[in-house]
T-cell receptor, first 114, second 116 residues
Framework: SQQGEEDPQALSIQEGENATMNCSYKTSINNLQWYRQNSGRGLVHLILIRSNEREKHSGRLRVTLDTSKKSSSLLITASRAADTASYFC??????????????FGKGTHLIIQP | EAEVAQSPRYKITEKSQAVAFWCDPI?????LYWYRQILGQGPELLVQ????????DSQLPKDRFSAERLKGVDSTLKIQPAELGDSAMYLC??????????????FGPGTRLTVL
């Protein structure tokens, strides 16, 4: 079963604009991660935010986490054509810590128009 | 840069046949995962290994799926017999793992299975 749900399901913007996608989840977590998947390929880890963090930055990526609302957002600034991909949020399957399997949402498909 | 290797990349088979997928994780990674991703969905965990031991196979359809990691390094996922609904991408991932670790996972390129 899917824990995370991304919103929107699809997003199309112009190159140079910012892209924001959201994720909601149902149960308590240790951390939340965002992954990118290019068409027909494996997933690439983008960023991990721990449950005691509220915001994290990595290059053009900014992630926020609101554990009271069980939600997270991923902001990609100054988008590029190469950012075209599907983006997934993922949470730990269990809250006991350690190297647990992940539960993924259905993803947001982002298209950057040149 | 170390990567997770998977083979084959593509597999076409007929229903009722047996198929097997292979995964070689990043060297030194104790934890290995198999996920299934249906087109348009996110990956779903099938099985998780810690070294050679199964940690979680609660979502593995055990009547037809099996997985092993005999020496705690590479792993094989098998489906016998394959059904039409098994058509999907099968992804392998690994992480350094261990207690109190935050599990960033490293994914392989996947095996796309088509069952006819």
């Amino acid at each position: 079963s899917q824990q995370g749900e991304e919103d929107p399901q699809a997003l199309s913007i112009q190159e140079g604009e910012n892209a924001t996608m959201n994720c909601s989840y149902k149960t308590s977590i240790n951390n939340l991660q965002w992954y990118r998947q290019n068409s027909g390929r494996g997933l690439v880890h983008l960023i991990l935010i721990r449950s005691n963090e509220r915001e994290k930055h990595s290059g053009r990526l900014r992630v926020t986490l609101d554990t009271s609302k069980k939600s997270s957002s991923l902001l990609i600034t100054a988008s590029r054509a190469a950012d075209t991909a599907s983006y997934f949020c993922a949470t730990d399957r269990y809250s006991g810590g350690g190297a647990d399997g992940l539960t993924f949402g259905k993803g947001t498909h982002l298209i950057i128009q040149p | 840069e170390a990567e997770v290797a998977q083979s084959p990349r593509y597999k076409i088979t007929e229903k009722s046949q047996a198929v097997a997928f292979w995964c070689d994780p990043i060297s030194g990674h104790a934890t290995l995962y198999w996920y299934r991703q249906i087109l348009g969905q996110g990956p779903e965990l099938l099985v998780q290994f810690q070294d050679e031991s199964v940690v979680d196979d609660s979502q593995l359809p055990k009547d037809r799926f099996s997985a092993e990691r005999l020496k705690g390094v590479d792993s094989t996922l098998k489906i016998q017999p394959a059904e039409l609904g098994d058509s999907a991408m099968y992804l392998c991932a690994s992480s350094p793992g261990g207690l109190n670790s935050y599990n960033e996972q490293f994914f392989g390129p996947g095996t796309r299975l088509t069952v006819l």
